[in-house]
T-cell receptor, first 112, second 117 residues
């Protein structure tokens, strides 16, 4: 089965840097995704890692260590609009299909 | 020019009724999904269709029946609605089978908030 853990809530200050961690246990690992979900809206894609290392995309970066079953999402120069839930999702393969399993999300509150 | 659209956005109904939610995507994807997000915001896969064929069917009551008339549409019909069915239902779509050469990122519709009274 799949097991994905991430903190439930975090608070950070506008302009600061925040790191949201995600640990996972899965068989047939085939990539890790981060999604952002504002309250009452759909999840939107932020980043994808399938190989170890850091992927940078503007203010957002995501890191993956497959041997440790660990990823983090780094948000720099925080803005108020970054207040949202951040969902870690692991794709696994098996029985000829791929499946995306989501963690329970980390609710980030950015304060002035 | 919405990529993944769902109708209706809100659905309020009585227990025991039958209802349908429609989903359409214009991204040219060949795989579509239904997810349920409960009150604790936990997003869980229900079904996945690839080229109109069911490929993922999680432990979902058989009151839920997906139907895919073509690659661009995946509808969800729910019979005999129960209070516990109240949730937000998200449709999503992606390419398929290119993982390793592309991300096969899933793109989500705006969601349908179902309230069963």
């Amino acid at each position: 089965g799949q097991n994905i853990d991430q903190p439930t809530e975090m608070t950070a200050t506008e302009g600061a840097i925040v790191q949201i961690n995600c640990t996972y246990q899965t068989s047939g690992f085939n990539g890790l995704f981060w999604y952002q979900q504002h309250a009452g809206e759909a999840p939107t894609f932020l980043s994808y890692n399938v190989l170890d290392g850091l992927e940078e995309k503007g203010r957002f970066s995501s890191f993956l260590s497959r041997s440790k079953g660990y990823s983090y999402l780094l948000l720099k120069e925080l803005q108020m609009k970054d207040s949202a839930s951040y969902l870690c999702a692991v794709r696994s393969s098996g029985a000829g299909s791929y499946q995306l399993t989501f963690g329970k999300g980390t609710k980030l509150s950015v304060i002035p | 020019d919405t990529a993944v659209s769902q109708t209706p956005k809100y659905l309020v109904t009585q227990m025991g009724n039958d209802k349908s939610i429609k989903c359409e995507q214009n991204l040219g994807h060949d795989t579509m999904y239904w997810y349920k997000q409960d009150s604790k915001k936990f997003l869980k896969i229900m079904f996945s269709y690839n080229n109109k064929e069911l490929i993922i069917n999680e432990t979902v009551p058989n009151r839920f029946s997906p139907k895919s008339p073509d690659k661009a549409h995946l509808n969800l019909h729910i019979n005999s609605l129960e209070l516990g069915d109240s949730a937000v239902y998200f449709c999503a779509s992606s390419t398929w089978g290119l993982a390793g050469r592309s991300t096969d990122t899933q793109y989500f519709g705006p969601g349908t908030r179902l309230t069963v009274l």
